[in-house]
């Protein structure tokens, strides 16, 4: 049984570009929450996505948008990057909307020149 | 002021050593997770708590609902338990809060 899965592992990018990053849930888990992650500070809450809807958000630009999928992979894409991007960005996968113990992929690493 | 507050920032060891890790929060929650982080960023839920007391192997959380306060404990310490340890709280709308870790380092 796969765990959570992310792609890809690591991405530099250009300030001003585009990017997407993916995320695939544990089997059997329906909802998706993507974090950033910046050095040496603890993850922060970007958005949930759960029936293919954005249900929850954090504190974030419109520059970060997602999408999820009919088989709950999902997307997370960031436009017009800034320096200030570059971080590694966690999905995790849970059961429900509930407070369900969520399971972390092993992150996307941006970082933006 | 971050909601999760987590103390020491950095801790060092001697293998065998008792550690113990602490985390408070501000407001009610719907429950309390402690993250595993090792070097390259790979998260690794140990525990999701909404009250009394969990073990698994060297490991136990502990969480005072009244007090906002939960702790987590490493017995016999190993230099393999070396990481970042990382409190997360889920609010009852789901979205979940992290304190900035808790570096551990454990020495031979």
């Known amino acids: 049984d796969a765990g959570v899965t992310q792609s890809p592992t690591h991405l530099i990018k250009t300030r001003g570009q585009q990017v997407t990053l993916r995320c695939s849930p544990k089997?059997?888990?329906?909802?998706v929450s993507w974090y950033q992650q910046a050095l040496g500070q603890g993850p922060q809450f970007i958005f949930q996505y759960y029936e293919e809807e954005e249900r929850q958000r954090g504190n974030f630009p419109d520059r970060f948008s997602g999408h999820q999928f009919p088989n709950y992979s999902s997307e997370l894409n960031v436009n017009a990057l800034l320096l200030g991007d570059s971080a590694l960005y966690l999905c995790?996968?849970?059961?429900?909307?509930?407070?369900?113990?969520?399971?972390f992929g092993p992150g996307t690493r941006l970082t933006v020149t | 002021k971050n909601e999760v507050e987590q103390s020491p920032q950095n801790l060092t060891a001697q293998e065998g050593e008792f550690i113990t890790i602490n985390c408070s929060y501000s407001?009610?929650?719907?429950?309390l997770h402690w993250l595993q982080q090792h070097p390259g960023g790979g998260i690794v839920s140990l525990f999701m708590?909404?009250?009394g007391k969990k073990k698994h192997g060297r490991l136990i959380a502990t969480i005072n609902i009244q007090e906002k306060h939960s702790s987590l404990h490493i017995t016999a310490s190993h230099p393999r338990d070396s990481a970042v340890y990382i409190c997360?709280?889920?609010?009852?709308?789901?979205?979940?809060?992290f304190g900035a870790g808790t570096r551990l380092t454990v020495k031979p």
């Open positions: 997360a709280v889920t609010f009852n709308n789901n979205d979940m809060r």
């Open positions: 089997s059997g888990h329906d909802t």
């Open positions: 995790a996968s849970s059961f429900g909307l509930v407070a369900y113990e969520q399971y």
């Open positions: 708590l909404s009250s």
């Open positions: 407001v009610g929650i719907s429950a």
